[in-house]
């Protein structure tokens, strides 16, 4: 990182109504946690929150997949209403 | 440990594209019963689905490229590729409705009146707000240069400063054409003229608002260091989508707004 944007001067040369608290470059630390061999899928390899989104998504996968084929199957057998 | 001694990306096992093929079938089935049933729960769920699906899924791609490597130059020229051809197909897309355009204003026939625009339709002065919206989308396309060229030369606060004001641009013109539509004397329900112009120009803006998105995330990666001075291949998807958008408008003021 370029030693101008680490100093104060720099920070102040920023774009200063976006960047006014200087972002760090976290690049190198994402590519260490998603490079190590532990084995785990892209997409569970962040943590725990990962785990939980794919849970969340997964569980809504399926319910809707059961209403809709529910729905469907109740919409081709309409009922005669007398 | 072994190593692939090829230059391409064999992706992990992900649950994406399952997720994504079922947020297809909840949106479809729930567009049926929202219009038959009066029912919003299986569309709901259905853009929920997919929300979730392409959040998931284009971020393990920023993972993949940025934090693992796996995009080589043979992988980000088939991502060219890919990108040029979905452009093409919704280039397609657009042709169909400026053909119904033009099949129903070339020959306008006795029920419209005999003329285009119909009898009794008002359409909008396109050197007012239309003409404000051209303005702003060809700026925009000058700052997504700028933004570029900013970024392949180094110069962090200049790319930052050149794509927010793209974005900036982006979100007023979806502002200013939210307000025309509020306020324009005709509505789709006004025969063919309300349903070509409708049709066309939402699908526009629906657009319009998708590129912002994609111009949105390629400023919070631009922000967290994630382009490179060469390669950033994200960042030239989402400005040859915005080119894209702004061309599709200029045929849209030409045809529809002024011609029209």
């Known amino acids: 990182m370029p030693a101008r944007l680490s100093s104060r001067l720099g920070i102040l040369r920023s774009f200063a109504t976006s960047t006014r608290h200087q972002v760090k470059n976290k690049v190198r630390e994402h590519q260490k946690l998603f490079q190590e061999d532990n084995g785990l899928p892209v997409h569970l390899k962040g943590g725990t929150l990962d785990s939980l989104l794919y849970r969340f998504t997964m569980t809504i996968t399926v319910v809707g997949s059961c209403y809709s084929v529910f729905s469907l199957v109740k919409a081709a057998f309409p009922q005669k209403n007398k | ?260």
């Open chain 2, 1 to 260: 440990m072994a190593h692939q001694t090829h230059a391409y990306h064999m992706v992990d096992p992900s649950p994406w594209p399952l997720t994504g093929a079922t947020a297809a079938l909840l949106l479809t089935s729930g567009l049926a019963m929202w219009f038959h049933y009066n029912s919003t729960t299986l569309m709901t769920l259905g853009l929920l689905t997919t929300l979730m699906t392409m959040m998931q899924w284009w971020r393990d791609i920023v993972r993949e490229s940025t934090f693992q490597g796996h995009h080589t130059m043979p992988v980000q020229k088939g991502l060219r590729y890919g990108m040029i051809l979905f452009i093409t197909s919704e280039v397609f897309f657009f042709i169909g409705f400026f053909w119904a355009f033009y099949h129903s204003s070339l020959a306008p026939t006795p029920e419209l009146g005999g003329s285009w625009p119909p009898t009794g339709i008002h359409p909008l002065n396109p050197f007012e707000v239309p003409l404000l919206n051209t303005a702003v989308l060809l700026a925009s396309g000058v700052t997504i240069t700028w933004a570029h060229h900013s970024l392949m030369a180094a110069n962090r606060n200049q790319s930052i400063q050149a794509l927010t004001i793209t974005v900036t641009l982006g979100l007023y013109f979806t502002a200013l054409q939210a307000m025309e539509y509020y306020e324009a004397p005709f509505t789709i329900a006004d025969g063919v003229y309300g349903s070509t112009f409708f049709v066309a120009t939402g699908f526009h803006g629906l657009h319009v608002i998708i590129g912002s998105t994609f111009l949105i995330v390629c400023l919070l990666r631009l922000i967290k260091f994630h382009f490179t001075t060469a390669h950033h291949f994200g960042f030239e998807a989402a400005a040859w989508y915005w080119h894209f958008v702004d061309v599709v408008w200029l045929f849209l003021y030409i045809s529809i707004y002024w011609w029209g």
